[in-house]
């Protein structure tokens, strides 16, 4: 149903900052559980952030607590990942994904395979 388009990947040092967007094709309202996934060569993919309640509710993984923000913004239909004090364990592709569901059910949906519906990726670098 809703397609995602993912930008704002790049190469940056040890302690920089870094903006990812997620433009979807159709409104982020309550009917979606929206999420920022990344994948390290030889790692599983992981939950990073995510936002359900259109904004009202935010997890975030206990590597990034403090330095990364999910948001969105829902007049332009775009979820966002604030990533500051990039550290080099970073390093990876991000993914954006949806999962359509009723609000009250996003805390369940922990997992990759939870999510149905991905953006194609952008590549953060974080050099040491």
């Known amino acids: 149903q809703v397609q995602l388009v993912e930008s704002g990947g790049d190469s940056v040092q040890t302690g920089g900052s870094l903006r990812l967007s997620c433009a979807a094709s159709l409104s982020l309202a309550s009917r979606y559980c929206m999420a920022w996934f990344r994948q390290a060569p030889g790692k599983e993919r992981a939950a990073v952030a995510r936002i359900y309640y259109t904004g009202g509710s935010t997890y975030y993984a206990d590597s990034v607590k403090g330095r990364f923000t999910i948001s969105q913004d829902n007049a332009k239909n775009t979820l966002y990942l604030q990533m500051n004090s990039l550290k080099p364990e970073d390093t990876a592709m991000y993914y954006c994904?949806?999962?359509?569901?009723?609000?009250?059910?996003?805390?369940?949906?922990?997992?990759?395979?939870?999510?149905?519906?991905w953006g194609q990726g952008t590549q953060v670098t974080v050099s040491s």
């Open positions: 994904a949806a999962v359509k569901s009723f609000p009250w059910a996003c805390d369940r949906y922990r997992d990759a395979a939870d999510y149905n519906t």
